[in-house]
């Protein structure tokens, strides 16, 4: 029942009232029912999710014509602190991240894959409350070939100002996280995010130029047929992750998935159930993924939507990190699937065996 603005009641609610209030159900909307609130901490969240969203656009945008213009393609001929080729794309997302919290008073300080140090944005800084940290393009080896790429973001509470860059406040566990999400660029674009009382996703429509409430309160499955892993290092990991890929291979129900970048890898499991890895190797122990703006923030997410996140010997989200491009191995998804890898990595006589032939 729906109270007309004239306080008489409708009968029930038409098909088209229905749909006018989905087309309102917005990101800042949203945000604001979640924390049921309109005190000047929710309008502030509200905005600061609105921004990306806005960042978010800019990046679909881009994306969606990349292939007709110059110089949004390619490498830039960079190399990041991560040691990575930086693409075009890279570059410009980390710059439209940055741009859409200038005069926001939101953000004061923007930590990002692509930047060494954080970046400040004076103006804000007195008032700022809130630290930004992000993947601006996630799956960048998918770019020039059209294939689904992300951004992945995280929201804490500033709580150091120390502006010689050491972000020492950062270097927190991810419990410490106060939101989180990701954009997914693909068909369609989907904006995922969740504030600590649970996991939604907006779907943008491109003729309102807003996102819209697609799904609320998402679950993963307990358990999933899903595996998602680069099988391609096999050799290079430790035995037990070996022998849990063996155990994979000889069991009835799965199926492997595995598309290059990690948001379109973790969307698909959130929806349909499975597992994620990243493990670290014998060379790099510590994986792949970037624990501040990669792992901890899909942790978030997916232990609000009931499933669970892990290094394979410890939660994702009691992780501290000593530095602010900290890497991790990751394992993600449903908690069945994620208890079943660690059984096997925890198992220390397995690692313990030679590499068998
Ligand atoms: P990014 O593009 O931000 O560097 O992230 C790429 C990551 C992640 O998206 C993906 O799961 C993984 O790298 C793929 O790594 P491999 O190509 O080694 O499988
Ligand atoms: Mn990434
Ligand atoms: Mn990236």
Wanted: charge should be negative.
């Amino acid at each position: 029942m729906v109270n007309a603005p004239t306080g008489e009641t409708r009968i029930g609610q038409t098909e088209q009232v229905q749909s006018l209030d989905r087309d309102c159900t917005t990101l800042s909307r949203h945000v604001l029912q979640q924390l049921k609130s309109f005190s000047a901490d929710a309008q502030d969240l509200s905005a600061l999710m609105n921004r990306v969203g806005l960042a978010a656009k800019l990046i679909a945008r881009r994306l969606s014509r990349a292939g007709l213009m110059a110089d949004t393609l390619g490498f830039t001929g960079a190399v990041n602190v991560q040691g990575e080729s930086v693409k075009k794309m890279d570059v410009y997302a980390n710059e439209v991240f940055i741009s859409v919290f200038q005069q926001s008073g939101l953000v004061c300080r923007l930590a990002s894959e692509e930047m060494e140090k954080p970046y400040y944005i004076p103006e804000n800084c007195p008032i700022g409350r809130y630290s930004l940290l992000y993947d601006p393009i996630d799956g960048s080896s998918n770019l020039d070939i059209n294939l689904d790429v992300g951004s992945i973001f995280s929201i804490r509470k500033q709580e150091g100002d120390d502006a010689d860059g050491s972000a020492s406040d950062l270097l927190q566990h991810g419990h410490k996280q106060i939101g989180a999400g990701y954009v997914l660029y693909g068909p369609s674009t989907i904006l995922v995010y969740s504030i600590g009382q649970g996991v939604h996703s907006f779907t943008l429509d491109p003729s309102l130029g807003e996102f819209i409430l697609a799904t609320e309160n998402i679950q993963v499955p307990s358990r999933g047929p899903i595996y998602s892993v680069n099988e391609g290092n096999f050799w290079q990991w430790k035995e037990s992750l070996r022998d849990y890929i063996r155990y994979v291979h000889r069991s009835e129900g799965y199926t492997a998935r595995y598309g290059g970048a990690l948001v379109g890898d973790f969307h698909r499991i959130l929806f349909q159930g499975g597992v994620f890895l990243y493990p670290g190797t014998v060379k790099q122990p510590e994986g792949k993924l970037r624990l501040l703006y990669e792992s901890a923030p899909l942790a978030f997410l997916i232990e609000q939507a009931g499933g669970r996140a892990s290094t394979g010997t410890q939660d994702i989200l009691d992780v501290v990190p000593t530095k602010l491009h900290e890497r991790s191995p990751l394992i993600i998804g449903s908690k069945e699937n994620v208890a079943m890898v660690e059984s096997f990595i925890q198992d220390r006589s397995r690692n313990s065996r030679t590499v068998e032939s």
